[in-house]
């Protein structure tokens, strides 16, 4: 039994911790984490499901949507959200993040596999 649990332990270990090196987030990128946080804005949306329901999944805005039509909702605003004013730098900023947090996964995700020791991961896309 010992042996078995090393094996599996070694297994999981090794195999199971195969990620997608991330580019580490940019200098505007971070900027617009710093507003995004100051503004309190996953009172409202959510990022890979967390956050508040009022607003949309921001997970993947910028693949889905497009960066023009984020950078109309955040500078206008909409009747639900408010206009928070931000200034072209801020705005630039909020959509730098949104593109870098786009870049690291899909939400919900379309295509998944279950790892026969229990994982679940992203499956490459079919395309």
Same mark, same amino acid.
């Given at each position: 039994?010992c042996a078995a649990?090393?094996? &599996?332990?070694? #297994?999981? &270990?090794?195999?199971g911790? %195969?990620?997608?090196?991330l580019?580490?987030?940019?200098?505007?990128?971070r900027a617009?984490q710093?507003?995004?946080?100051?503004?309190?804005?996953?009172?409202?949306?959510?990022f890979? *499901?967390?956050?508040?329901y009022?607003?949309? %999944?921001?997970?993947?805005?910028?693949?889905n949507?497009?960066?023009?039509?984020?950078r109309a909702?955040?500078?206008?605003?909409?009747a639900?959200?408010?206009n928070?004013h931000l200034?072209?730098?801020?705005?630039?900023?909020l959509?730098?993040y949104l593109?870098?947090? %786009?870049?690291t *996964?899909? &939400?919900?995700?379309e295509? &998944?596999?279950v790892k026969?020791y229990? #994982?679940?991961?992203?499956?490459?896309d079919?395309?």
């Amino acid at each position: 039994m010992c042996a078995a649990f090393a094996v &599996y332990s070694a #297994t999981v &270990y090794t195999s199971g911790t %195969d990620m997608p090196r991330l580019e580490p987030i940019s200098d505007e990128a971070r900027a617009g984490q710093l507003v995004f946080q100051k503004y309190n804005c996953i009172a409202c949306h959510q990022f890979y *499901g967390l956050g508040g329901y009022m607003g949309p %999944d921001l997970t993947n805005v910028i693949s889905n949507r497009g960066p023009a039509l984020a950078r109309a909702f955040i500078a206008s605003g909409t009747a639900t959200m408010p206009n928070l004013h931000l200034d072209n730098g801020e705005i630039d900023a909020l959509i730098a993040y949104l593109t870098f947090v %786009d870049g690291t *996964g899909r &939400y919900p995700p379309e295509n &998944y596999e279950v790892k026969w020791y229990g #994982t679940v991961s992203q499956a490459d896309d079919p395309q």
